[in-house]
């Protein structure tokens, strides 16, 4: 993806949050652009390490907000609609401000009329990329190079807002960015990230599990990776979606009656039937 960040004229910048993720935002904009860039974070020794090597220019004080062309914040849902509501009078008309968290309508429901009534753009925004580590002592410059970036503007015909917010991420390395809604993002997002989290945290419930080792192999990894989550932030995210969650497990669960049926069935043909069938939705939707 070929983007230029001249384009979308930022020379200071506010990182809210100083975690795996908005860590590693700093990091990127300080490896691979010239801006001043500022930050903060609840936990002082998060805030200290990003000075001390560099990657921050100082704290992104009440006083500093004003001078930020673009601000990320990085904090969960609820915290990010407060913290934009608590600083929206010292942000400048001109300013980006973008958040990072796994859900978009309550954010961007609260959001889009706090920045038309302060005259700054306001975009939902949603790396899809991580790590099972999280704080700032994991966070890297390159955490984003090839994920996709999701958008959630307030209006997806507004193409020259949509131009200089593709032109900000530039310097992350995203392989795509993708505009949708809120509802949509939310939509997806229960079936390609929560959806695996839960089957991910629930398939380490088996009691077979605490004598695994020495029978397991790559299917075994790739399915457990996302088992070790930070539960506090998931519990939010998955009570602020129930709706789409609970539709995508309605449907997992119903899925898994027909293979344990057709087990406990002795049905040899049925079951060749479901896995095909699964083989080639996975065919279908992903390739080979």
């Known amino acids: 993806m070929e983007l230029d960040f001249s384009l979308a004229n930022v020379n200071t910048i506010g990182v809210v949050g100083l975690g795996l993720i908005g860590g590693s935002y700093a990091k990127a904009y300080r490896e ?3 801006c001043v860039i500022y930050g903060t974070d609840k936990d002082p020794d998060a805030l200290a390490a990003a000075i001390e090597d560099g990657t921050l220019d100082g704290e992104l004080t009440d006083e500093k907000i004003p001078e930020c062309d673009l601000i990320l914040v990085a904090l969960y849902p609820e915290a990010i609609i407060d913290y934009i509501k608590s600083v929206a ?12 968290g796994g859900l978009k309508r309550n954010v961007c429901k609260a959001l889009f009329p706090v920045a038309a009534d302060h005259g700054f753009t306001f975009i939902g925004g949603h790396p899809m990329a991580g790590k099972k580590t999280s704080g700032y002592k994991h966070s890297t410059g390159n955490l984003f190079k090839g994920a996709s970036m999701i958008l ?57 599990a605490l004598s695994h080792r020495g029978f397991s192999a790559g299917s075994y990894k790739d399915m457990t990776r996302v088992a070790w989550l930070n539960e506090t932030m998931w519990t939010e995210i998955f009570m602020d979606n129930r709706d789409n ?19 406990k069935e002795e049905d040899r043909d ?5 896995l095909h069938d699964g083989k080639m939705a996975k065919e279908a939707v992903d390739g080979k």
């Open 89 to 100: 009078d010292r942000i400048r008309p001109e300013a980006y401000v973008i958040d990072t």
């Open 152 to 208: 959630v503007p307030d209006d997806v015909t507004e193409f020259d807002t949509l131009a200089t917010a593709k032109a900000v991420f530039a310097p992350c390395g995203f392989g795509r960015i993708t505009i949708c809604s809120a509802e949509k993002h939310d939509e997806m997002i229960a079936f390609t990230s929560e959806l695996a989290h839960i089957v991910s945290n629930a398939y380490m419930k088996s009691p077979t």
């Open 245 to 263: 969650l609970i539709k995508e497990l309605d449907a997992f669960i119903q899925a898994l009656g027909e293979y344990r049926d057709a087990l």
């Open 32 to 34: 691979n652009t010239n």
């Open 270 to 274: 049925r079951l060749w039937n479901l």
